[in-house]
């Protein structure tokens, strides 16, 4: 800091001004440079040590991405279940009932109806299980011409027993390499109205019989795998990272 003194016209020109320097100047300049390295420091090490691609949660070894782990027919299938589950527990929310599969003729509900993308996706055969019991409701079976080769309800299922859900469970479809899938509806309380999911599996085999139990860890271990639905933007995001 500089320090003025006044001067009059007899004083030596040479002694007007008296410069004080401040005896921390140093301190406070080394201060300052440390500090922008450790700034720069910070931020290098941000940029080199952050994650270059951040995508998707990696799926468990029960669960199958909707995109890149199933066939064609299959992602048609789980296409099609998706707004179907959100049309079943609106009307059940509105009505308290469930959509049967003569309904789901009625209101030409896909993957139910049976139309050209029925044919042409296997001609899967569907069944309704109703909670508190574990066969399925007079009027929802989806009866076509080889219910034959359709699997059977099992006998002792205690799927829909106590809190228990509403399936719907779909076989024997005929498209190569096609599986069985369940859309199970769950319910927050036993009683209740409301329904406050709905889950999709598959399972491999087209004829998987349905199983005694729907509860997630009784699925998997009856080889059952979740199918975990990503948008379109999320698998953009996983395939070719985080874009810039």
Known sequence: MARLSRTWPNDDANSAITVV???????????????TLVIIAGVTGYVLLRPQ?????????????????????????????????????WNNNDTGGWITLERAQAILLPPF???????????????????????????????????????????????????????YYGSAGRAPGQSAYLLVIGHAHAGVMWANQATIWVHPDANAPYPDIVKPESLVGKGWRQVIPYDGASEIERVKGNLP
């Open 113 to 167: 109806y049976r139309d050209a993308f029925w044919k042409t996706n296997g001609e899967v055969h569907w069944q309704l299980i109703l909670p508190g019991s574990h066969l399925p409701h007079a009027g929802s079976v989806d009866d076509h011409e080889d219910d034959a080769a359709a699997p059977a309800v099992s006998a002792v299922s205690q799927a829909t027993q106590g809190q228990g859900a509403t399936v």
């Open 53 to 89: 691609h951040v995508g998707p949660p990696a799926p468990l070894s029960w669960q199958v991405r909707s995109f890149d782990g199933l066939g064609t027919v299959d992602q048609a299938i789980h296409s099609a279940l998706l707004p179907a589950g959100e049309e079943i527990i």
């Open 21 to 35: 320097r401040p005896a921390s100047g140093r301190w406070e300049s080394l201060a300052l440079l440390l500090a």
